[in-house]
């Protein structure tokens, strides 16, 4: 079992950035594929990105590519989304995500992923 955590939501002005963060409970950390996935209300849940086990593969949604950026400290137990150029279309609750596999392939539907943390509320302004 994994329990994941996020922080570091926030309100924030178009152009800004935040950076969310994610804490798991558990020892084997770094044996899990990490993502986060984005639910605006009324729409359903998507992809934002995701980092293999090692961190040797991140995959983006194209809608953030460029100005978003996943990173792991597997001695931390946590993983990170850096946001910049934020948008008013970036608003929206951002959850963590986590999947235990050893495969350098990271996915990108829900329902590849077996934990889910509660989410952190994230909105941009214009």
């Known amino acids: 079992q994994v329990q994941l955590v996020e922080s570091g939501g926030g309100l924030v002005q178009a152009g800004g950035s935040l950076r969310l963060s994610c804490a798991a409970s558990?020892?084997?950390?770094?044996?899990?594929?990490m993502g986060w996935f984005r639910q605006a209300p009324g729409k359903e849940r998507e992809f934002v990105a995701a980092?293999?086990?090692?961190?040797?593969?991140?995959y983006y949604a194209d809608s953030v590519k460029g100005r978003f950026t996943i990173s792991r400290d597997n001695a931390k137990n946590t993983v990170y989304l850096q946001m910049n150029s934020l948008k008013p279309e970036d608003t929206a609750v951002y959850l963590c995500?986590?999947?235990?596999?050893?495969?350098?392939?990271?996915?990108?539907?829900?329902?590849?992923?077996?934990?889910w943390g509660q989410g952190t509320q994230v909105t941009v302004s214009s």
């Open positions: 558990g020892r084997t950390f770094s044996s899990y594929a």
């Open positions: 995500t986590a999947v235990r596999t050893t495969s350098l392939r990271v996915g990108v539907r829900p329902e590849e992923y077996d934990y």
């Open positions: 980092i293999s086990w090692r961190a040797i593969t991140t």
